[in-house]
């Protein structure tokens, strides 16, 4: 109430203040014109009167110049006429002017000026203005005509405009006061007030997605930050009572703030370097302005809360058309930013170098080599030189981020920086550097295709840590330097020895973090209500649905999907009308022909089984080829009867954990692919072969007839595991095991074989 009383009180001193301030200018603008009117005038009716006065002056007829100023002095606003000799003797005046005495004339300016004379002048107490103009008789002054003028109604106009201005600023400041008070209450009081209940309900323990109140209002800075403050206090709150449960049944669970404590103990902060392709937040033009994008990915999803915990540095090429515009002088911006937490450092790559590396030897040559998926690998020359050339770009840029830290923390992400290990760790011998492996590791036999095998496992054995995501992974791995590598291999240790460097590998399966898929979504709203919004939205009627989440990759198994799909319509024909799939495909690397061609093969697929069943109210697939963020997903896995993960080969899927962290009503089941990483964990999965269309759809009518006591079970156990085994604990068990390496002076030069 003070404050809205403060804030009228002040709009009205500065309504009054500014209306005062343009009125006065605007009376004194009146007033000059009307002066400058009336001297118009004046000047206007003088030279008429002159052409008439002069001849009777001439003549000397003060008969006819007495009857020539009474005639014209009577006229409105016209005080009087009057024509005066050069000694300044009245010859004739209109009688008008016997009620005031008329000031002296001023001969001597208008008889040397030899022109008009205007001037605004007091006559006893009443404002006059007089004109004079020279009368001639030939060439030269006889006398002075004057012409008289009231002004005072020149007055009386601007005492009006005052009184009007008065009444003006009344109902201006009346109208301001109204609207003011309206528009705190609207915009201010209870958005406040809504705020403060819904920090009450959250202190109550009643969670709520998010704060109530528009996010454009002006008010979205203060409801961000109380929405990160509260939400703070509740995961707190949450992770106090989950540690107390836990440690009551023995038990621990990993979170953001023991991840942030254990990375504390091992290494000063910013000593963790993260590097990988794709970053986390890129800026693209869009209209006139910048819009930030996060792209989506898995590796994105598990690696961000560890540098959100730690306030390390991510290295990553720059791939937004505004990236260079939004980084400082060394390249770096912090992320996010709504909360900067830690720094995002882009590396730039030519188009050439980016097309040879990511495109080409990356994606054409490792990513199908290590997917049995029955796609032939592609390895030119070309490619594996720009590859080389990202792998030492990237190496400097580690290096400049790590100068004068002492014993830093580097992990390397994914195939596409197989080199770089080897590159850092010869530059600094100190560093405890790490690479985790996130797809498949295929056997020798299969790595043998690649014409650089030797060089491609020398530098990964650079490193002092390699991670994948099962042990079979790791035999795989390991098997393959036997074959390929002068090396002594400590099956024992899980080790490999090599011109005095140890390498360890280690299975480590990554997850996702259990709790932000439940932050992100209201728990009021029953899956039913949501199913019936996003059906709505797609203008279908159904009652099941099953959901797929992946990137349009041939890997992920999306053909023999939609096949199982079908399969199951024509097994049991009950369902049809019934049930429908949404499958969300973000397009991905559609500069390969391998991927835009499979894209239009997966949609020919798709509207090839609608149009055996669709009606104009339903369809049996419903196929999204766009990029969907993480809270646009959300109400997908929520609504769904069951999530399908069936890809032909993959290191772990993400897209199977994060369904099951999503599903707090512990409701929902997981048909999942037997060559998934994620099948060795969660056993309590529909596991399937995805080759087998019979057993897909088997698998849907199980998913979707399944006793509700069994499906929970399910459910519940699944999410006991995802939670046990999040993205922290995979973070917090690599960097552990990483810090805890004993870094030895080699006995050799690193490159060297023996």
Known sequence: MKLSLRLILFLVAAVTIVTFVVSKNEVRAEKRGLRTDLVHRAEILAES?????????????????????????????????????????????????????PPPVPLASVISSNTGLSQFINVGSEPMHVYYLPLHDKNSVVGVLAIFHEVGYIETQSARMWRATFWHVIVEVLLIVLITVLIIRWTIVLPISRTAQWMKDMRRG??????????????????????????????????????????????????????????????????????????????????????????????????????????????????????????????????????????????????????GHYYGFSNEGLWPLCH?????????????????????????????????????????????????????????PDARVAIFWHIPWPNPEAFGICPWQRELVSGLLGADLIGFQIQAHCDNFLETVDAAMESQIEWERFAVKRGGHITFVRPFPISVDFREAQRAQDPTVSPYVLRSELLGKLGIKANFIGVGVDRVDYTKGLLERLRGVERFLEKWPAYRQKFTFIQIGAPSRTEIARYHDFLLELEAEAARINARWQTPEWKPIALLTRHHSHEEILPYYRAADFCMVTSLHDGMNLVAKEFIASRDDQEGALILSQFTGAARELRDAIIVNPYDVEQLAEAIRVALEMDTEERQTRMKLMRSTVMRHNVFAWAGSLITELSEIRIEEPQAELGQTR
């Not at 020539?68 to 006429?81: H, T």
């Not at 942030?260 to 910013?270: E, H």
């Not at 809360?305 to 720059?318: E, N, Q, T, Y």
């Open 49 to 101: 009167l002159q052409e008439i006065v002069e001849p009777a002056l001439e003549k000397g007829s003060r008969e006819q110049l007495r009857h020539i100023v009474e005639r014209f002095g009577n006229r409105e606003q016209l005080a009087g006429v009057a024509v005066y000799d050069n000694h300044g003797q009245v010859l004739a005046e209109s009688s008008n002017l016997n009620r005031f005495v």
């Open 206 to 355: 009643r969670l709520l997605p998010t704060p109530p109140g528009p996010k454009e209002s002006f008010l979205a800075p203060f409801t961000n930050e109380v929405m990160n403050l509260t939400r703070s206090l509740a995961d707190a709150r949450s992770a106090a009572e989950e540690e107390a449960r836990l440690r009551e049944s023995g038990e621990s669970v990993w979170t953001a703030e023991r991840l942030r404590v254990s990375i504390q103990g091992k290494a000063s902060q910013g000593s963790l370097v993260v590097v990988s392709n794709r970053e986390p937040y890129m800026h693209v033009h869009k209209a006139k302005e910048i819009e930030l994008l996060v792209p989506a990915s898995g590796l994105v999803t598990a690696l961000e809360p560890i540098l959100r915990a730690c306030d390390g540095v991510w290295i990553a090429s720059g791939s937004g058309d505004a990236d260079r515009e939004t980084v400082d002088g060394q390249d770096h911006i912090r992320v996010p930013p709504d909360k900067p937490d830690y720094t995002l450092r882009r590396v730039w790559l030519s188009k050439e170098v980016e097309k």
């Open 372 to 428: 049995i998926a029955h796609t032939r690998p592609i390895f030119r020359a070309s490619d594996w030189q720009n590859y080389q050339e990202a792998n030492r770009k990237f190496a400097e840029a580690v290096l400049q981020e790590i100068e004068g830290v002492e014993n830093p923390l580097v992990l390397v992400q994914d195939y596409h920086f197989a080199l770089l290990p080897r590159m850092v760790k010869e530059a600094r």
